[in-house]
């Protein structure tokens, strides 16, 4: 019998070449910290946003909307409800578990693809700031449908502040080891953003509309 992973991986051949549909999926697995083996159409579930933001990349304008819609069928991402998350930030391999999971919440939400980078991105440079510089923290990701629907991304940390962070945000400061980039980048891709820093910790809120 046809495994669910046989399946999905002949869908996506479909779209893209045998060995880029097998390299989006299995890394789409990875994010996830899933495997091959015994996979279910819930496991891909959890998978959806990945594997659409992959095809919206490689697949052509034209057939770019029946790629996604088949995905979106066969992983069932329609069934899911956008709903907020909250990571703790320590190390490394917890940006990619907090990017998986933004690009998630906003599949789920019906973000467009362009969205999804944008609210990815910003969740996974502030939760790279965080391991870098602060030692971790916690990164919450929340749809709201009240007023503009739009996805809030909460970051905050108890390191130990950010003294220039007037001039970082001016873009006045130059750093060799890449602090600020990630504020200032954030700050370019969201609507709407707030942060504020002193000894006690930083925090910062983004918000992109959906």
Known sequence: ????????????????SPVNA??????ALQEQGLSPRNLTRKDL???????????????GADKRPVALQ????????????????????AAESDISRARAEARRICDAAGASPFTMQ????????????????????????????????????????QGPGIPNLDEIMSGRYRS????????????????HFEVSSNI?????????VV
């Open 1 to 16: 019998m046809e495994s669910d992973f046989d399946k999905a991986l002949a869908l996506l051949q479909r779209h893209l």
């Open 22 to 27: 097998r390299a989006l999926l299995l890394r």
């Open 45 to 59: 579930r959890r998978c959806s946003a990945a594997l659409r933001h992959g095809l919206s990349l490689f697949v």
């Open 70 to 89: 088949e995905i979106s069928d066969f992983c069932g991402s329609d069934s899911l409800r956008p709903e907020a998350c909250c990571l703790k930030i």
């Open 118 to 157: 944008k609210v990815a991105t910003i969740v996974s440079e502030l939760a790279r700031n965080m391991v870098l510089y602060a030692n971790g923290g916690q990164v919450e990701i929340v749809p709201l449908n009240s007023g503009r629907k739009r996805i809030v991304v909460r970051a905050v940390d």
């Open 176 to 191: 060799r080891t890449g602090l600020g980039r990630g504020l200032l980048g954030t700050k370019r891709l969201a609507d």
């Open 200 to 208: 006690s910790g930083t925090k910062v809120l983004a918000e992109v």
